[in-house]
């Protein structure tokens, strides 16, 4: 069985600070790895995807891989009341398939 | 990133009658589209994956009879709850995939009563 890991929060974190979301995955021949954004109501959109190990940033945004240790992370710079949401982790394994495995999410929340 | 669209956004429907839900790719070909299900405060749940030109493959404890699941194109895969009940009540979001990662539409509300 396939899993992935997340902390259901609520994370809350002040106006302006780095809010970091943690991942583990459990299948070591994993290869691609995302993170996905869901506001309350609304369908998951996808914020990054990283697939090599290290860092990857876009903006505000910095995912993190480690594939010995099999984590994946998400930090938010300057967080925003705007963020808040739930943040999903989203593995994809080895063999080729494409079907997603998703943790159950974590809840964030930016206060001012 | 890629766009993929639902149809409707909500429908309210009587027990005992079907709804359509109709998932498209507006900008690129899908060969598999993905059917999920989410019930309130809780997480994504897979209900089937939709290959084009080919049945679809449920996840374990999903009846496909009544989940019926059709991908008829490389833009379009449509989910059909039938007999619908109240418990059928729930979230209902598609996502289509690029080479790898995984784009959703909108997601369906359905509400049975």
């Known amino acids: 069985q396939k899993e992935v890991e997340q902390n259901s929060g609520p994370l809350s974190v002040p106006e302006g600070a780095i809010a970091s979301l943690n991942c583990t995955y459990s299948?070591?021949?994993?290869?691609?790895f995302f993170w996905y954004r869901q506001y309350s109501g609304k369908s998951p959109e996808l914020i990054m995807f990283i697939y090599s190990n290290g860092d990857k940033e876009d903006g505000r945004f910095t995912a993190q891989l480690n594939k010995a240790s099999q984590y994946v992370s998400l930090l938010i710079r300057d967080s925003q009341p705007s963020d808040s949401a739930t943040y999903l982790c989203a593995v994809n394994s080895s063999g080729g398939s494409y079907i997603p495995t998703f943790g159950r999410g974590t809840s964030l929340i930016v206060h001012p | 990133g890629a766009v993929v669209s639902q149809h409707p956004s909500r429908v309210i429907c009587k027990s005992g009658t079907s709804v359509k839900i109709e998932c498209r790719s507006l900008d690129f070909q899908a060969t598999t589209m993905f059917w999920y299900r989410q019930f309130p405060k809780q997480s994504l749940m897979l209900m089937a994956t939709?290959?084009?030109?080919?049945?679809?493959?449920?996840e374990q404890g999903v009846e496909k009879d009544k989940f019926l699941i059709n991908h008829a194109s490389l833009t379009l895969s449509t989910l059909t709850v039938t007999s619908a009940h109240p418990e059928d009540s729930s979230f209902y979001i598609c996502?289509?995939?690029?080479?790898?990662?995984?784009?959703f539409g909108p997601g369906t509300r359905l509400t049975v009563t």
């Open positions: 939709s290959n084009e030109g080919s049945k679809a493959t449920y």
């Open positions: 996502s289509a995939g690029g080479w790898n990662e995984q784009y």
């Open positions: 299948d070591r021949g994993s290869q691609s």
